[in-house]
């Protein structure tokens, strides 16, 4: 078992910075791919960015060049470093563990809100 517990957000004016922590905790991550989600209000939950066991990253289109997902295996943490915000990434952010091997995010955190202001 994984728990996962995100932190990190809060309210930022657009153009501005935060940086996502999620603490993990029960297993080890490099054991897992980890991923980034988020969902709006009214929309569906949407990957934002993951990383491998191995290192790959991959991001959405819509953030690529502005967020950057990052891992310390030795801290357990898994970080989601957010530039240039807009109004439209406000949402409740998750982070989620997917196990080598496995086919679906079977671990998810509680959510962590950012909300963007224009």
């Known amino acids: 078992q994984v728990q996962l517990v995100e932190s990190g957000g809060g309210l930022v004016q657009a153009g501005g910075s935060l940086r996502l922590s999620c603490a993990a905790s029960?297993?080890?991550?490099?054991?897992?791919?980890m991923g980034w989600f988020r969902q709006a209000p009214g929309k569906d939950r949407e990957s934002v960015a993951t990383?491998?066991?191995?290192?790959?990253?991959s991001y959405a289109d819509s953030v690529k060049g502005r967020f950057t997902i990052s891992r310390d295996n030795a801290k357990n943490i898994i970080y989601l470093q957010m530039n240039s915000l807009k109004a439209e990434d406000t949402a409740v952010y998750y982070c989620a563990a997917r196990a080598v091997g496995e086919s679906s995010w079977g671990y998810w955190g509680q959510g962590t809100q950012v909300t963007v202001s224009s």
């Open positions: 029960g297993r080890t991550l490099t054991s897992y791919h």
């Open positions: 990383h491998s066991t191995g290192g790959w990253t």
